[in-house]
């Protein structure tokens, strides 16, 4: 993976309107690359965006704001290689945990979470706004590392 410019939006929101039932606006994806959120993508040799991952850093958590997969390149293994790097991005910044939320309803994600290792800590009622009302968000976390330094009795 390499980091987002600008010059990939287009590609990005491409994707993420092919796959995201609520998709990010390109303004999402603008601004969280102006707040100098960890914003990653992974490209394929022909320079095509396959997949892209953002990651807001706050001071010992991070909270995986999005990740998406183009549709031609999902079930072959690169979600789970790309949640893989943010979590190695987020040990080598000595954070401790990940949180994200997630649709109860968007079981491939919260399979992909699960089988990376993390758990459902508390559901928020009525996060997600959608045409026929609301849907609560399952709120998930992963604990990372413990900060270098810290005592251990
Ligand atoms: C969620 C998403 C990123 C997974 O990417 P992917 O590259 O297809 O995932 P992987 O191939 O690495 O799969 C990893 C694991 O996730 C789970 N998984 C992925 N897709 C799944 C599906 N359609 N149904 C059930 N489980 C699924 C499986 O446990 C899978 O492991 P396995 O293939 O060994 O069974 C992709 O489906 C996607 O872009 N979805 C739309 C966007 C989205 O919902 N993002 C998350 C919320 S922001």
Redesign the pocket.
């Known amino acids: 993976m390499r980091a987002m410019t600008r010059a990939d939006v287009d590609a990005v929101l491409a994707i993420e309107q092919a796959?995201?039932r609520f998709p990010w606006t390109r303004g999402n994806f603008t601004d969280a690359l102006d707040s100098g959120y960890l914003c990653r993508v992974d490209e394929a040799e022909n320079g095509g965006i396959r997949?892209y991952a953002i990651l807001m850093p706050a001071a010992d958590d991070a909270e995986l704001?999005?990740?998406?997969?183009s549709r031609a390149?999902?079930?072959?293994?690169?979600?789970?290689?790309?949640?893989a790097e943010m979590l190695t991005a987020v040990r080598a910044r000595n954070m401790r945990r990940v949180f994200l939320e997630?649709?109860p309803s968007?079981?491939?994600?919260i399979?992909?979470y699960?089988?990376a290792g993390f758990g459902e800590i508390s559901v928020r009622h009525g996060y997600y706004q959608n045409a026929s009302g609301s849907e609560d968000a399952l709120v998930m976390a992963h604990e990372v590392c413990k900060m270098t330094g810290e005592s251990n009795g």
């Open positions: 796959v995201q997949g704001l999005n990740i998406g997969v390149e999902q079930r072959k293994g690169l979600g789970r290689a790309m949640l997630v649709r968007n079981a491939a994600a399979a992909l699960r089988s």
